[in-house]
């Protein structure tokens, strides 16, 4: 079947289901979420106070783990598997679909048992749950019911992927599909280092079975995971760049190697480089972290091929219309349909924000950011901003692909408005907080004036910016869950699951790209590589453990 035809079918009942209550509670997660971020940053700024039994701790954390690791979680899942089931055969299997909602299941009890922990402020150790700040046993019981269903999940597509492979011999996997592959694999092999860290760690150390934990070793293990997990969140946007946002302008993918190319480099690369969130920390030596900001500069790669990809489609597209002079395709691009222009501005905002991380990644001037409003900065552009705004994207044609509706040009407004919003918000609140972060204004605090100290008196007008601007995203935010709610009252209709189709100049992708053995051999190397001794040294070396600590 080729990818036209499958484009123009309307989508499986019991799929768009499955689909479509991932994508609800990942939205949920955003909305309660930005409550708590709202909150938060006028608290930070001193605008108010919170009322007695609230924290600013307990709200940052709220923020952290639904925004970063619900939201995201969700949305990804649930648009991972309507592309499997449009690209892989027009619906799942059943078994893939069973796992998907056994996924759903234990992903969500999770979330509401780690909910209920933090609002009753059991679990007030941010998003990194970092010890020795030890929450209670059910938090981590709930983190490991979030993993196990994002396992499941995984099987879920996995199963559905090998009945393709076995019912179409020799062909080469739709790029969609071969792309979350990818993007699940790298998830597997990431939680790994989270899972030993929660259960061999965290959960006997919260229950009181063992005194002491080794710090060192539970943030390597974090981190052996947490750098990944940003990929997680990139690359389902990619997938919307390289396969989507092609067929929405009229264009074509520019090369479907490229693409897989780009992928595959991403599995590599992006989970041996965990140290370059360590750089300031004592206890690993400057070898071992040299080599993993070499290796982090090697995942760079793939985001470079990004971005020229993603101009060579412009570029192609743009003059097959007539475009003249360097940048005379610009104005063909379909700059009011929202399916296009959220995920531009998120491609936009991705120059500054990989450039941010190209700052955090440099040995010296992370010594300048690190544990700076920077760093918050940094991610709010790069998850919060090119990732969340190519979700919105992603949502405004994937519900009514689901739902059987068409998009109007009203919603298309509604959805410029929506971005722009954002992106003023955005502007505001990640701008101001990069300019303070490099003036020294410490992350992860709540509101202080360090006793009148004339630097932290400097900081004051940046934090009423980053109010303001928190402000106006949470205003963007509660646009959005209107948006959602139009979306499922659009007219009837047909609205395609936008799916490009390859450049006839492109050359076929390597049967190579497919040998899953042999590359994940190299990712196993590249990790033994990267941690074997550095592991070896802390286990050597421990601190003695560490007693938990409730510091809220
Ligand atoms: Fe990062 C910290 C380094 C990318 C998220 N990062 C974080 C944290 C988060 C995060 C959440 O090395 C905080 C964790 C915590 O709580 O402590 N980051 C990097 C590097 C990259 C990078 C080198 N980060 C991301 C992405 C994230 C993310 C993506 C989420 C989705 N980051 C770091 C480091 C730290 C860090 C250190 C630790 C700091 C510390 O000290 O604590 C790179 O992958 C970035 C490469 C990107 C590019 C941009 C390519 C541009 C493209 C767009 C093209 C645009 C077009 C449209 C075509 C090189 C693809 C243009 C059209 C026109 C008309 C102009």
Excluded at 139 to 167: C, P
Excluded at 180 to 189: H, N
Excluded at 248 to 275: M, T, Y
Excluded at 330 to 354: S, T, V
């Amino acid at each position: 079947m080729n990818t036209v035809q499958q484009s123009e079918q309307a989508f499986d009942k019991k799929d768009s289901k499955l689909v479509i209550s991932h994508i609800i509670f990942a939205f949920v997660a955003l909305l309660i979420g930005g409550i708590a971020g709202l909150l938060q940053g006028l608290v930070r700024s001193d605008m108010i106070q919170l009322p007695a039994g609230i924290g600013y701790y307990q709200l940052l954390t709220a923020h952290g783990v639904l925004m970063a690791l619900i939201f995201t979680t969700f949305f990804i899942i649930g648009f991972l598997f309507s592309g499997m089931s449009k690209t892989l055969g027009g619906k799942l299997l059943p078994r893939a679909r069973t796992l998907g909602w056994l996924g759903f299941i234990h992903m969500g009890f999770g979330t509401l048992v780690a909910t209920v922990m933090i609002l009753l402020n059991k679990a007030t150790v941010l998003y990194t749950f970092y010890a020795p700040m030890q929450a209670s046993p059910f938090f981590y019981f709930a983190l490991v019911f979030v993993v196990v269903g994002t396992w499941m999940s995984a099987a879920g597509m996995i199963y559905q992927y090998r009945y393709w492979k076995k019912e179409h011999k020799g062909e080469t996997t739709p790029l969609t599909a071969y792309m979350s592959i990818i993007t699940m694999s790298l998830w597997v092999i990431a939680t790994l280092g989270v899972a030993v860290e929660v259960i061999f760690q965290l959960i006997p150390w919260s229950l009181g079975w063992v005194e002491g934990i080794n710090i060192m070793l539970s943030r390597t293990l974090f981190w052996y995971f947490g750098h990944p997990l940003v990929y997680f969140w990139l690359l389902p946007a990619y997938i919307c760049w390289y396969v989507m946002i092609p067929k929405i302008i009229g264009g074509k993918i520019f090369s479907d190697a490229l693409a897989r190319l780009s992928f595959i480099l991403f599995l590599l690369f992006s989970i041996p480089v965990g140290f370059h969130h360590q750089l300031m920390e004592p206890g690993i030596s400057p070898f071992w972290k040299f080599l993993q900001v070499v290796l982090t500069f090697l995942v760079v790669i793939p985001s470079l091929m990004t971005a020229f990809s993603l101009f060579a489609s412009f570029e192609i597209y743009g003059r097959s219309k007539g475009a003249k002079g360097l940048f005379g395709w610009f104005k063909y691009l379909p700059w009011k349909d929202i399916r296009f222009f959220a995920p531009f501005m998120g491609m936009l905002i991705f120059i500054p924000a990989g450039a941010g991380g190209l700052i955090n990644a440099s040995n010296q001037m992370n010594a300048v950011v690190h544990n700076t409003l920077f760093v918050t900065g940094h991610f709010h552009l790069t998850v919060a901003t090119s990732v969340t705004l190519t979700f919105f994207g992603i949502t405004y044609w994937l519900i009514p692909a689901m739902t059987g509706r068409k998009l109007t040009p009203k919603m298309h407004k509604l959805g410029r408005m929506q971005t722009w919003v954002w992106v003023a918000g955005m502007a505001m609140m990640s701008g101001a907080m990069h300019i303070v972060g490099l003036f020294g204004s410490p992350r992860r605090t709540a509101y202080s004036d360090y006793n009148g100290h004339p630097d932290a008196a400097a900081w004051e007008p940046y934090y009423i910016i980053m109010a303001v601007g928190g402000t106006v995203l949470f205003i963007a935010v509660l646009m959005m869950i209107y948006n959602l709610y139009k979306l499922f009252t659009l007219p009837k209709g047909y609205e395609e699951y936008p799916i490009g189709e390859v450049s006839d100049l492109a050359e076929k992708p390597p049967k190579l790209f497919e040998r899953w053995g042999f590359w994940v051999s190299i990712v196993v190397i590249l990790i033994l590589m990267a941690y074997t001794i550095p592991v070896i040294d802390i286990l050597n070396n421990p601190s003695g453990g560490s007693k938990g600590f409730v510091t809220w």
